[in-house]
C-alpha cells in the first residue's frame, strides 16, 4: 500500500499553502495498492519533532478505500477528529523553530469505525489496533 501527494514526495518540504504560514489546508493524497479486504481507511498525522512530543495534526477515519483527499477537502463519509490544536479537522505545520517532520500514516482496515468527531488520536489507535491489515507513512518536511 502507498500513500502520495502531488504536492510533495517522501521527505521533501511541504508548500507552505498546507501550513499556517498559508491557507492551513490539508494537501491532497492518494491511496495506491490498498488491500481488496479492507473496508475502510483512516489517516493519523503527526510530527515527532515537536518540543512537547508527538503533536497530532489531523486524525480522520472511515475513508473510503477507493477515494483520493482533494485538496482542502474531506472524502465523502469520512470523519474527522480532534487535533492537537484542540480543533476537530486538519492543522497544518506550524513550527516555532527548526525544521520538522510531518508523517501521514495510512491505515488499510477491516472494518469502519464508530467513533465521533470528539476522538482524537489515543482513541482513533485503540479503535484501529486489531483492524489494521496494511500501512504505509509519506513524511513531509517544513521549517519555521
Not at 500513500?3 to 499556517?20: A, E, H, W
Not at 495506491?32 to 479492507?38: I, K, S, T
Not at 512537547?52 to 482533494?70: A, E, K, Q
Not at 472524502?75 to 492537537?84: I, S, V, W
Amino acid at each position: 500500500m502507498q500513500i502520495n501527494s502531488s504536492k510533495f514526495n517522501n521527505t521533501q518540504q511541504i508548500p507552505s499553502i498546507y501550513t499556517c504560514k498559508g491557507q492551513n489546508i490539508n494537501p491532497p493524497l492518494t491511496f495506491l495498492n490498498v488491500p481488496p479486504q479492507a473496508k475502510s481507511l483512516a489517516l493519523i498525522v503527526n510530527d515527532p519533532d515537536s518540543p512537547s512530543g508527538n503533536f497530532i495534526h489531523w486524525v480522520i477515519w472511515n475513508i473510503p478505500t477507493d477515494s483520493t483527499i482533494l485538496e482542502g477537502s474531506t472524502p465523502k463519509n469520512a470523519t474527522q477528529g480532534r487535533n492537537d490544536f484542540g480543533n476537530v479537522g486538519y492543522g497544518g505545520p506550524c513550527p516555532r523553530n527548526g525544521t520538522h517532520r510531518y508523517v501521514f500514516n495510512l491505515f488499510a482496515l477491516d472494518s469502519n469505525i464508530s467513533l465521533t468527531s470528539d476522538a482524537g488520536e489515543p482513541e482513533l489507535k485503540k479503535a484501529i489496533e486489531n483492524h489494521i491489515l496494511d500501512s504505509s507513512t509519506l513524511t513531509g518536511m517544513f521549517s519555521a
